[in-house]
Protein backbone atom coordinates (compact mmCIF):
# COMPACT_ATOMS: atom_id res chain seq x y z
CA UNK A 1 0.00 0.00 0.00
CA UNK A 2 1.45 3.31 -1.02
CA UNK A 3 1.42 6.74 1.48
CA UNK A 4 -2.04 7.37 0.57
CA UNK A 5 -3.77 10.90 1.38
CA UNK A 6 -5.89 8.41 3.52
CA UNK A 7 -2.96 7.32 5.91
CA UNK A 8 -1.57 10.72 6.17
CA UNK A 9 -4.44 11.73 7.07
CA UNK A 10 -4.71 9.04 9.42
CA UNK A 11 -1.51 9.96 11.09
CA UNK A 12 -2.08 13.72 10.79
CA UNK A 13 -5.67 12.80 12.44
CA UNK A 14 -3.14 10.67 15.43
CA UNK A 15 -0.48 13.57 15.87
CA UNK A 16 -3.39 16.28 16.45
CA UNK A 17 -4.39 14.41 19.40
CA UNK A 18 -1.12 14.41 21.00
CA UNK A 19 -1.03 17.86 20.60
CA UNK A 20 -4.51 18.33 21.97
CA UNK A 21 -3.92 16.37 25.07
CA UNK A 22 -0.75 18.31 25.61
CA UNK A 23 1.93 15.57 25.34
CA UNK A 24 3.41 16.57 22.10
CA UNK A 25 7.25 17.13 22.61
CA UNK A 26 9.35 19.85 21.01
CA UNK A 27 13.21 19.73 20.16
CA UNK A 28 14.83 22.35 21.53
CA UNK A 29 18.27 23.06 19.51
CA UNK A 30 21.12 23.80 21.61
CA UNK A 31 24.38 25.52 19.51
CA UNK A 32 26.62 24.76 22.10
CA UNK A 33 28.49 21.69 24.21
CA UNK A 34 26.41 20.37 26.99
CA UNK A 35 27.39 22.05 29.63
CA UNK A 36 25.60 23.83 32.83
CA UNK A 37 25.88 27.08 30.91
CA UNK A 38 23.81 26.03 27.17
CA UNK A 39 22.87 28.38 24.14
CA UNK A 40 19.38 27.22 23.10
CA UNK A 41 17.18 28.44 19.89
CA UNK A 42 13.75 27.71 21.29
CA UNK A 43 11.13 27.81 19.29
CA UNK A 44 13.11 27.03 15.88
CA UNK A 45 13.79 29.96 13.87
CA UNK A 46 14.24 32.14 17.41
CA UNK A 47 17.49 34.41 18.50
CA UNK A 48 19.90 32.08 20.22
CA UNK A 49 19.58 32.48 24.00
CA UNK A 50 22.00 32.06 26.83
CA UNK A 51 20.63 30.01 29.94
CA UNK A 52 21.24 27.92 32.98
CA UNK A 53 20.21 24.03 31.98
CA UNK A 54 19.43 22.28 35.13
CA UNK A 55 17.59 18.88 33.10
CA UNK A 56 20.45 17.12 31.71
CA UNK A 57 22.14 14.09 32.97
CA UNK A 58 25.92 15.43 32.98
CA UNK A 59 25.74 14.62 36.69
CA UNK A 60 29.70 14.54 37.12
CA UNK A 61 29.99 17.23 34.31
CA UNK A 62 32.22 14.97 32.02
CA UNK A 63 30.46 15.48 29.12
CA UNK A 64 32.88 18.64 27.86
CA UNK A 65 35.68 17.53 29.76
CA UNK A 66 39.09 18.93 28.38
CA UNK A 67 40.38 14.97 28.80
CA UNK A 68 37.54 13.42 27.50
CA UNK A 69 37.47 14.65 24.82
CA UNK A 70 41.37 14.79 24.25
CA UNK A 71 41.29 10.96 25.16
CA UNK A 72 38.24 10.52 22.35
CA UNK A 73 40.08 12.27 19.48
CA UNK A 74 43.27 10.11 20.41
CA UNK A 75 40.81 7.09 20.08
CA UNK A 76 39.40 8.07 16.95
CA UNK A 77 43.13 8.61 15.48
CA UNK A 78 44.24 5.28 16.75
CA UNK A 79 41.04 3.36 16.40
CA UNK A 80 39.15 4.67 13.30
CA UNK A 81 35.54 6.28 13.20
CA UNK A 82 33.32 3.12 13.05
CA UNK A 83 33.22 -0.98 13.26
CA UNK A 84 31.03 -1.40 10.60
CA UNK A 85 30.00 -4.76 12.30
CA UNK A 86 28.62 -6.10 15.39
CA UNK A 87 30.98 -7.66 17.86
CA UNK A 88 30.83 -11.10 17.28
CA UNK A 89 31.93 -11.40 13.51
CA UNK A 90 34.64 -8.07 13.44
CA UNK A 91 33.68 -5.51 15.70
CA UNK A 92 35.77 -6.43 19.09
CA UNK A 93 39.08 -4.15 19.51
CA UNK A 94 40.60 -4.95 22.22
CA UNK A 95 39.56 -1.60 23.91
CA UNK A 96 36.03 -3.06 23.55
CA UNK A 97 37.23 -5.35 26.35
CA UNK A 98 39.35 -3.04 27.98
CA UNK A 99 37.22 -0.99 29.06
CA UNK A 100 34.28 -4.04 30.29
CA UNK A 101 37.47 -5.35 32.43
CA UNK A 102 37.37 -1.58 33.74
CA UNK A 103 33.45 -1.41 34.51
CA UNK A 104 33.63 -5.12 36.23
CA UNK A 105 36.54 -3.83 38.75
CA UNK A 106 34.72 -0.21 39.05
CA UNK A 107 31.37 -2.12 39.54
CA UNK A 108 32.52 -4.81 41.73
CA UNK A 109 31.43 -7.35 39.57
CA UNK A 110 32.53 -10.58 37.53
CA UNK A 111 32.26 -9.94 34.03
CA UNK A 112 30.28 -6.99 31.94
CA UNK A 113 29.20 -6.87 28.36
CA UNK A 114 28.62 -3.45 26.12
CA UNK A 115 25.42 -2.87 24.82
CA UNK A 116 24.51 -0.15 22.51
CA UNK A 117 23.01 2.02 25.33
CA UNK A 118 21.27 0.59 28.36
CA UNK A 119 17.72 0.56 27.04
CA UNK A 120 19.58 -2.20 24.95
CA UNK A 121 21.09 -3.86 28.07
CA UNK A 122 17.27 -3.62 29.50
CA UNK A 123 15.68 -5.05 26.24
CA UNK A 124 18.03 -7.34 25.59
CA UNK A 125 18.57 -9.18 29.21
CA UNK A 126 15.79 -10.65 30.30
CA UNK A 127 15.04 -13.08 27.23
CA UNK A 128 18.26 -14.15 27.16
CA UNK A 129 18.64 -15.16 30.67
CA UNK A 130 15.03 -16.10 31.92
CA UNK A 131 12.48 -18.52 30.43
CA UNK A 132 8.74 -19.44 31.35
CA UNK A 133 10.12 -21.69 34.40
CA UNK A 134 10.93 -18.37 36.23
CA UNK A 135 9.64 -14.82 37.89
CA UNK A 136 10.45 -11.33 37.51
CA UNK A 137 9.19 -9.15 39.96
CA UNK A 138 9.49 -5.63 39.61
CA UNK A 139 9.27 -2.52 41.60
CA UNK A 140 6.42 -0.44 39.94
CA UNK A 141 8.58 2.58 39.19
CA UNK A 142 11.09 0.68 36.91
CA UNK A 143 12.53 2.70 33.61
CA UNK A 144 10.34 1.91 30.92
CA UNK A 145 12.90 -0.08 28.81
CA UNK A 146 12.93 -2.85 31.77
CA UNK A 147 9.44 -2.77 31.20
CA UNK A 148 9.83 -3.30 27.47
CA UNK A 149 12.45 -6.05 28.33
CA UNK A 150 10.27 -8.02 30.87
CA UNK A 151 7.84 -7.88 27.60
CA UNK A 152 9.79 -9.56 25.32
CA UNK A 153 10.50 -12.02 27.91
CA UNK A 154 8.90 -15.62 28.77
CA UNK A 155 9.39 -15.46 32.34
CA UNK A 156 6.13 -14.56 34.31
CA UNK A 157 5.81 -11.34 35.63
CA UNK A 158 4.77 -9.67 39.03
CA UNK A 159 5.75 -6.28 40.27
CA UNK A 160 5.46 -4.58 43.92
CA UNK A 161 4.26 -1.27 45.05
CA UNK A 162 7.36 1.13 44.54
CA UNK A 163 9.96 0.18 47.62
CA UNK A 164 7.08 -1.67 49.62
CA UNK A 165 9.04 -4.73 51.24
CA UNK A 166 6.34 -6.19 52.93
CA UNK A 167 4.76 -6.39 49.46
CA UNK A 168 7.61 -7.59 47.80
CA UNK A 169 8.21 -10.10 50.43
CA UNK A 170 4.68 -11.38 49.76
CA UNK A 171 5.12 -11.60 46.03
CA UNK A 172 8.69 -13.77 46.73
CA UNK A 173 6.76 -16.12 49.09
CA UNK A 174 4.16 -16.38 46.47
CA UNK A 175 6.56 -17.44 43.40
CA UNK A 176 8.81 -19.88 45.56
CA UNK A 177 7.52 -22.74 43.00
CA UNK A 178 8.96 -21.19 40.35
CA UNK A 179 12.49 -22.38 38.88
CA UNK A 180 14.84 -18.95 39.15
CA UNK A 181 13.37 -15.78 40.84
CA UNK A 182 14.76 -12.32 40.30
CA UNK A 183 13.91 -9.04 42.39
CA UNK A 184 14.11 -5.82 39.86
CA UNK A 185 14.71 -2.43 40.81
CA UNK A 186 16.16 0.38 39.49
CA UNK A 187 19.18 1.93 41.91
CA UNK A 188 17.81 5.58 42.11
CA UNK A 189 14.42 6.05 40.55
CA UNK A 190 14.69 8.79 37.64
CA UNK A 191 11.77 10.42 38.09
CA UNK A 192 11.08 11.17 41.93
CA UNK A 193 14.81 10.61 42.67
CA UNK A 194 14.65 8.39 45.64
CA UNK A 195 17.26 5.25 46.53
CA UNK A 196 16.10 2.05 46.32
CA UNK A 197 16.48 0.17 50.09
CA UNK A 198 19.04 -2.62 48.29
CA UNK A 199 20.28 -3.54 51.41
CA UNK A 200 16.91 -5.10 52.60
CA UNK A 201 16.26 -5.89 48.86
CA UNK A 202 18.94 -8.13 48.96
CA UNK A 203 18.42 -9.64 52.71
CA UNK A 204 14.92 -10.78 51.28
CA UNK A 205 16.61 -12.49 47.93
CA UNK A 206 18.81 -14.36 50.00
CA UNK A 207 15.74 -15.59 52.72
CA UNK A 208 13.62 -16.13 49.55
CA UNK A 209 16.19 -17.74 47.04
CA UNK A 210 16.25 -14.96 44.84
CA UNK A 211 18.50 -12.77 42.39
CA UNK A 212 18.95 -9.36 42.37
CA UNK A 213 18.91 -7.42 39.40
CA UNK A 214 19.56 -3.61 39.33
CA UNK A 215 19.24 -0.70 36.83
CA UNK A 216 22.02 1.90 38.18
CA UNK A 217 21.94 4.33 35.14
CA UNK A 218 21.14 7.39 37.54
CA UNK A 219 23.79 6.28 39.82
CA UNK A 220 27.18 4.66 38.30
CA UNK A 221 29.75 7.21 39.08
CA UNK A 222 28.12 9.32 41.95
CA UNK A 223 26.08 7.39 44.21
CA UNK A 224 28.07 5.46 47.12
CA UNK A 225 31.50 7.14 49.00
CA UNK A 226 33.54 6.60 45.95
CA UNK A 227 30.64 6.43 43.00
CA UNK A 228 30.27 3.06 42.66
CA UNK A 229 26.92 3.10 43.17
CA UNK A 230 23.81 2.80 44.87
CA UNK A 231 24.94 -1.12 46.20
CA UNK A 232 28.11 0.64 47.62
CA UNK A 233 25.82 3.60 48.97
CA UNK A 234 23.69 0.03 50.42
CA UNK A 235 26.69 -1.63 51.74
CA UNK A 236 26.34 -4.49 49.48
CA UNK A 237 28.85 -3.80 46.60
CA UNK A 238 29.42 -7.26 45.07
CA UNK A 239 26.01 -8.92 46.07
CA UNK A 240 23.89 -7.50 43.06
CA UNK A 241 23.69 -10.04 40.73
CA UNK A 242 23.07 -7.77 37.61
CA UNK A 243 23.78 -4.48 37.19
CA UNK A 244 22.93 -2.53 34.03
CA UNK A 245 24.30 1.06 33.32
CA UNK A 246 24.67 2.87 30.93
CA UNK A 247 27.71 5.90 29.62
CA UNK A 248 25.07 8.14 28.97
CA UNK A 249 25.02 10.16 31.96
CA UNK A 250 27.29 10.62 34.37
CA UNK A 251 30.27 8.32 32.40
CA UNK A 252 30.74 11.07 30.10
CA UNK A 253 27.37 11.00 28.58
CA UNK A 254 27.93 9.96 25.02
CA UNK A 255 26.17 6.31 24.32
CA UNK A 256 26.64 3.38 25.37
CA UNK A 257 25.43 0.75 28.30
CA UNK A 258 26.27 -2.48 29.94
CA UNK A 259 24.94 -5.64 31.56
CA UNK A 260 27.93 -6.37 34.42
CA UNK A 261 27.00 -9.47 36.77
CA UNK A 262 27.62 -12.79 37.06
CA UNK A 263 29.93 -14.51 34.99
CA UNK A 264 27.47 -16.79 33.43
CA UNK A 265 24.42 -14.43 33.00
CA UNK A 266 26.80 -11.97 31.13
CA UNK A 267 28.11 -15.05 28.96
CA UNK A 268 24.13 -16.16 28.31
CA UNK A 269 23.85 -12.18 26.99
CA UNK A 270 27.02 -12.51 24.88
CA UNK A 271 25.16 -15.83 23.14
CA UNK A 272 21.51 -15.05 23.12
CA UNK A 273 20.97 -11.41 23.80
CA UNK A 274 19.20 -9.93 20.62
CA UNK A 275 20.25 -6.29 21.13
CA UNK A 276 23.71 -6.66 21.44
CA UNK A 277 23.71 -9.70 18.45
CA UNK A 278 22.25 -7.74 15.97
CA UNK A 279 23.28 -4.11 16.81
CA UNK A 280 26.70 -2.40 15.58
CA UNK A 281 29.69 -2.12 18.50
CA UNK A 282 29.72 1.23 20.54
CA UNK A 283 31.86 3.07 18.06
CA UNK A 284 36.01 3.15 19.64
CA UNK A 285 35.54 6.61 19.53
CA UNK A 286 33.08 6.49 22.96
CA UNK A 287 35.21 3.51 24.20
CA UNK A 288 38.38 5.53 24.24
CA UNK A 289 36.69 7.84 26.22
CA UNK A 290 34.84 6.29 28.52
CA UNK A 291 38.30 4.78 29.82
CA UNK A 292 39.29 7.89 30.66
CA UNK A 293 36.09 9.03 32.43
CA UNK A 294 36.72 5.59 34.72
CA UNK A 295 40.54 6.55 35.35
CA UNK A 296 39.78 10.38 36.01
CA UNK A 297 36.72 8.93 38.62
CA UNK A 298 38.84 6.17 39.95
CA UNK A 299 41.65 8.41 41.07
CA UNK A 300 39.51 11.33 42.87
CA UNK A 301 35.82 11.67 44.15
CA UNK A 302 36.08 15.27 43.71
CA UNK A 303 33.45 15.42 41.62
CA UNK A 304 30.73 13.30 43.17
CA UNK A 305 31.63 15.33 46.12
CA UNK A 306 30.77 18.63 44.54
CA UNK A 307 27.54 16.94 43.04
CA UNK A 308 26.80 16.04 46.73
CA UNK A 309 27.41 19.80 48.10
CA UNK A 310 25.57 20.92 44.78
CA UNK A 311 22.49 18.76 45.45
CA UNK A 312 22.31 19.59 48.75
CA UNK A 313 22.88 23.14 48.72
CA UNK A 314 19.78 22.93 45.76
CA UNK A 315 17.25 21.75 47.46
CA UNK A 316 18.02 23.49 50.45
CA UNK A 317 17.71 26.76 48.36
CA UNK A 318 13.83 24.66 47.12
CA UNK A 319 12.34 24.48 50.50
CA UNK A 320 14.01 27.49 51.68
CA UNK A 321 11.60 29.18 48.80
CA UNK A 322 8.91 27.52 49.57
CA UNK A 323 8.40 24.86 47.08
CA UNK A 324 6.84 21.35 47.77
CA UNK A 325 9.60 18.40 46.89
CA UNK A 326 9.80 14.79 46.70
CA UNK A 327 11.69 13.40 49.89
CA UNK A 328 15.57 12.07 48.82
CA UNK A 329 19.00 12.83 48.96
CA UNK A 330 20.37 12.00 44.84
CA UNK A 331 20.85 14.85 42.72
CA UNK A 332 17.36 14.14 41.11
CA UNK A 333 15.14 16.72 42.52
CA UNK A 334 11.53 16.73 41.43
CA UNK A 335 9.72 19.97 42.28
CA UNK A 336 6.18 18.87 42.79
CA UNK A 337 3.35 20.98 40.78
CA UNK A 338 0.40 17.99 40.72
CA UNK A 339 -1.17 19.80 37.51
CA UNK A 340 0.28 18.86 33.92
CA UNK A 341 -0.71 22.31 32.34
CA UNK A 342 0.74 24.09 35.36
CA UNK A 343 4.24 21.91 35.14
CA UNK A 344 4.44 23.32 31.11
CA UNK A 345 3.36 26.53 31.88
CA UNK A 346 5.58 26.94 34.92
CA UNK A 347 9.05 25.32 32.21
CA UNK A 348 7.85 27.56 29.70
CA UNK A 349 7.83 30.70 32.01
CA UNK A 350 11.46 29.61 33.35
CA UNK A 351 13.04 29.51 30.35
CA UNK A 352 11.84 32.99 29.31
CA UNK A 353 13.97 33.85 33.23
CA UNK A 354 16.77 31.75 31.15
CA UNK A 355 16.33 28.64 33.50
CA UNK A 356 15.82 25.32 30.69
CA UNK A 357 14.37 22.91 33.04
CA UNK A 358 11.23 20.26 31.90
CA UNK A 359 7.86 19.59 33.24
CA UNK A 360 6.92 16.02 33.42
CA UNK A 361 3.37 14.84 33.40
CA UNK A 362 0.96 11.33 32.71
CA UNK A 363 2.20 8.94 31.45
CA UNK A 364 5.80 9.34 31.97
CA UNK A 365 4.60 9.87 35.48
CA UNK A 366 1.33 9.22 37.21
CA UNK A 367 -2.08 11.15 36.76
CA UNK A 368 -1.61 13.71 39.10
CA UNK A 369 1.74 13.66 39.49
CA UNK A 370 3.26 16.44 37.06
CA UNK A 371 6.20 18.17 37.99
CA UNK A 372 9.56 19.73 37.28
CA UNK A 373 12.52 17.89 37.65
CA UNK A 374 15.88 19.15 38.24
CA UNK A 375 18.77 17.34 38.43
CA UNK A 376 22.15 19.14 39.24
CA UNK A 377 25.18 18.66 37.87
CA UNK A 378 29.25 18.85 39.23
CA UNK A 379 29.13 21.75 36.31
CA UNK A 380 27.30 23.58 38.35
CA UNK A 381 28.65 26.00 40.30
CA UNK A 382 27.08 28.04 43.25
CA UNK A 383 26.56 31.22 41.03
CA UNK A 384 24.76 28.86 39.12
CA UNK A 385 22.54 27.20 41.50
CA UNK A 386 22.03 31.28 43.00
CA UNK A 387 20.71 32.49 39.77
CA UNK A 388 18.48 29.77 39.32
CA UNK A 389 16.69 30.14 42.32
CA UNK A 390 15.73 33.53 42.00
CA UNK A 391 14.10 32.17 38.45
CA UNK A 392 12.02 29.93 40.14
CA UNK A 393 10.80 32.23 42.99
CA UNK A 394 10.40 34.86 40.75
CA UNK A 395 7.91 32.08 38.63
CA UNK A 396 6.28 30.47 41.76
CA UNK A 397 5.38 33.87 42.83
CA UNK A 398 3.93 34.41 39.26
CA UNK A 399 1.72 31.58 39.47
CA UNK A 400 1.11 31.97 43.56
CA UNK A 401 2.16 28.35 44.54
CA UNK A 402 5.06 29.30 46.84
CA UNK A 403 4.26 27.92 50.54
CA UNK A 404 1.56 25.98 49.08
CA UNK A 405 1.93 21.94 50.03
CA UNK A 406 0.16 18.99 47.82
CA UNK A 407 -3.07 19.69 49.25
CA UNK A 408 -3.10 23.51 48.69
CA UNK A 409 -1.58 22.60 44.90
CA UNK A 410 -3.96 20.38 43.80
CA UNK A 411 -6.83 22.37 45.22
CA UNK A 412 -5.89 25.71 43.77
CA UNK A 413 -5.39 24.51 40.50
CA UNK A 414 -8.54 21.66 40.05
CA UNK A 415 -11.19 23.94 38.46
CA UNK B 1 -22.12 -3.62 46.33
CA UNK B 2 -22.38 -7.61 46.40
CA UNK B 3 -19.82 -10.09 47.77
CA UNK B 4 -17.91 -10.49 44.71
CA UNK B 5 -17.50 -6.41 44.58
CA UNK B 6 -16.59 -6.22 47.27
CA UNK B 7 -13.73 -9.18 47.63
CA UNK B 8 -12.58 -7.13 44.15
CA UNK B 9 -12.35 -3.93 45.07
CA UNK B 10 -10.75 -4.82 48.41
CA UNK B 11 -7.89 -6.36 46.57
CA UNK B 12 -7.78 -3.62 44.19
CA UNK B 13 -6.77 -1.31 47.04
CA UNK B 14 -4.78 -3.88 48.71
CA UNK B 15 -2.54 -4.37 46.09
CA UNK B 16 -2.34 -1.40 44.16
CA UNK B 17 -3.16 1.62 45.90
CA UNK B 18 -0.02 3.10 47.11
CA UNK B 19 0.77 4.47 50.68
CA UNK B 20 -0.82 8.18 50.86
CA UNK B 21 -2.36 8.10 47.81
CA UNK B 22 -5.93 9.19 48.84
CA UNK B 23 -8.15 8.33 45.71
CA UNK B 24 -11.32 6.74 46.17
CA UNK B 25 -12.03 3.20 44.24
CA UNK B 26 -15.39 2.71 42.91
CA UNK B 27 -16.50 -0.11 40.62
CA UNK B 28 -16.75 2.04 37.82
CA UNK B 29 -13.17 3.75 38.57
CA UNK B 30 -10.86 3.67 35.67
CA UNK B 31 -8.02 1.05 37.26
CA UNK B 32 -6.16 0.57 33.89
CA UNK B 33 -7.00 3.41 31.59
CA UNK B 34 -6.03 6.25 34.21
CA UNK B 35 -2.60 4.26 35.30
CA UNK B 36 -3.56 2.63 38.65
CA UNK B 37 -2.86 -0.54 37.32
CA UNK B 38 -0.57 -1.84 34.41
CA UNK B 39 -0.39 -4.30 32.37
CA UNK B 40 2.17 -6.42 34.34
CA UNK B 41 0.21 -5.44 37.50
CA UNK B 42 -2.70 -6.78 36.45
CA UNK B 43 -1.28 -10.86 36.31
CA UNK B 44 -1.20 -10.15 39.84
CA UNK B 45 -5.19 -9.63 39.70
CA UNK B 46 -5.24 -12.11 36.81
CA UNK B 47 -3.97 -15.40 39.24
CA UNK B 48 -6.12 -13.73 42.49
CA UNK B 49 -9.32 -14.20 40.49
CA UNK B 50 -8.55 -17.54 39.42
CA UNK B 51 -7.52 -19.05 42.51
CA UNK B 52 -9.84 -17.25 44.98
CA UNK B 53 -12.88 -18.17 42.51
CA UNK B 54 -11.52 -21.56 40.89
CA UNK B 55 -11.80 -20.74 37.55
CA UNK B 56 -9.80 -20.08 34.33
CA UNK B 57 -9.89 -16.88 32.56
CA UNK B 58 -7.87 -17.49 28.97
CA UNK B 59 -5.66 -14.75 27.67
CA UNK B 60 -8.11 -13.68 24.85
CA UNK B 61 -10.45 -12.67 27.70
CA UNK B 62 -8.30 -11.12 30.21
CA UNK B 63 -7.65 -7.70 28.14
CA UNK B 64 -7.14 -4.33 29.84
CA UNK B 65 -10.45 -3.32 28.74
CA UNK B 66 -12.12 -6.48 30.21
CA UNK B 67 -9.87 -5.70 33.72
CA UNK B 68 -10.46 -1.79 33.40
CA UNK B 69 -13.12 -1.04 36.73
CA UNK B 70 -13.99 -3.32 39.49
CA UNK B 71 -17.82 -3.80 37.66
CA UNK B 72 -15.90 -5.21 34.57
CA UNK B 73 -14.06 -7.61 36.33
CA UNK B 74 -17.11 -8.69 38.13
CA UNK B 75 -18.67 -9.23 35.02
CA UNK B 76 -15.98 -11.09 33.93
CA UNK B 77 -15.64 -13.42 36.94
CA UNK B 78 -19.57 -14.43 36.51
CA UNK B 79 -19.29 -14.73 33.40
CA UNK B 80 -16.13 -17.55 33.75
CA UNK B 81 -17.70 -19.18 37.03
CA UNK B 82 -21.00 -19.68 34.87
CA UNK B 83 -18.87 -21.72 32.13
CA UNK B 84 -17.45 -23.38 35.34
CA UNK B 85 -20.13 -24.44 36.30
CA UNK B 86 -21.76 -25.64 32.80
CA UNK B 87 -18.32 -28.26 33.03
CA UNK B 88 -19.52 -30.22 36.16
Known sequence: MSFSEAVRQSYQTDIEGIKSTGLFKEERYIHSPQSSDIEVEFPVGCAIRKCINICSNNYLGLSSHPEVIAAAHAGLDARGYGMSSVRFICGTQDIHRELEKRLSEFLGTEDTLLFPSCMDANAGFFEACLNERDVL??????????????????????????????????????????????????????????????????ALAEKYNAM?????????GFIGKTGRGTHEHCGVFGKIDVITTTLGKALGGASGGCVSGRRELVEMCRQRARPYLFSNSVPPVIVAGALKVLELISSTTERRDKLEWNARYWRGLLKGA????KDGDSPIV??????????????????????YAVGFFFPVVPKGQARIRTQLSAAHEK?????????????GQKHGILGLGKKELVAKFAA | MDEISKVVRDYVIREYVQEGDDREITETTPLISSGLVDSFSMVSLLRFLEKKYAIHIPDAAATPEAFDTVERIVALVRRFRTVEAGKV
Open chain 1, 137 to 202: IADRLVHASIVDGMRLSKAVQDTYKHSDLGHLEEKLAEHQDKRFRMVITDGVFSMDGDTAKLGEIV
Open chain 1, 334 to 355: PVMLYDAKLAQDFARDLFDEGV
Open chain 1, 322 to 325: GFDL
Open chain 1, 383 to 395: HHLDEAIEAFKQV
Open chain 1, 212 to 220: VFVDDSHAT
